[in-house]
């Protein structure tokens, strides 16, 4: 059984995060480990007046009582961190688990549509980018990517060559395997570009555009794909089944999106994603 740890917030409430990445790696049949980087009452991405309490000093002690025990990690997926000392705490981690075969996955969470989330800022986005520097898979969306490029957001009107260059610029940051989220050069369809460093090799695969905004499928995604490169699926694959699983979770959701504004209702979804 592969085994995951995945370093981000608990959101009490909202759909994001922790109780996002937990029950999808659960359901993919991989022991999911997590080491919480804070405690928020909800998300930032509509509430107001959420609490925060920061975990960041547990992370160095959890650490080094994992290295007591001799834990080895198949995979770290870090998603949503909240601080530059946070970043250079999870960066020390990296290095202390990282092995010749595991995999260290970031997702650079920063924001989305051209914006940062609540609380981040282009100083944030310049830590993030040393923390992809070490990984070996980067999963930013558009706009992360963007802001670790130091560029403006392009939100449409983009073609397939843009997004190659923006991929490769990524890939030299220092990790083997870049992937956009977010992509549409059409208002039908949406899906990911991902780019091989190694082997110079790109990788397309699009889904239906549903309009409208969903939270929480960045999070969706990423939980899914760092699955499935765990379990050792070739790129082509895990990223067709991030893809379907998070159109699948956002299709589930419309007509719904008033109750559920604040995350998609991947929950009954699950049994979909465990056949897959
Ligand atoms: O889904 C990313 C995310 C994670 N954690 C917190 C957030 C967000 C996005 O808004 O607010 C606390």
Redesign the pocket.
Known sequence: MKRIVTI??I?CFGK??LTVALPIISAMGIEACCIPTAV?ST???GFTGYTYRDLTSDIPDIAAHWNRINLQLDAVYT??LGSFEQIKIVSDFFDAFKTNDNLLIVDP?MGDKGKF?AGFTMEFAKEMKKLCRKADVIMPNLTEAALLLGEEYTESGYDESFIKNMLIRLSRLGSKIVIITGVSFDTSSQGVMSYNSETGEFFSYFSDNIPGYFH?T??VFSSTLAGALVKNCDMGKAIKIAVDFTVECIKHTVGYEKEHWYGVKFEECLPSLMNM
Do not use: N
């Open positions: 981000q917030d959101s994001c995060s928020l998300h930032t991405g998603g949503y969470v989330y929480s960045g999070d």
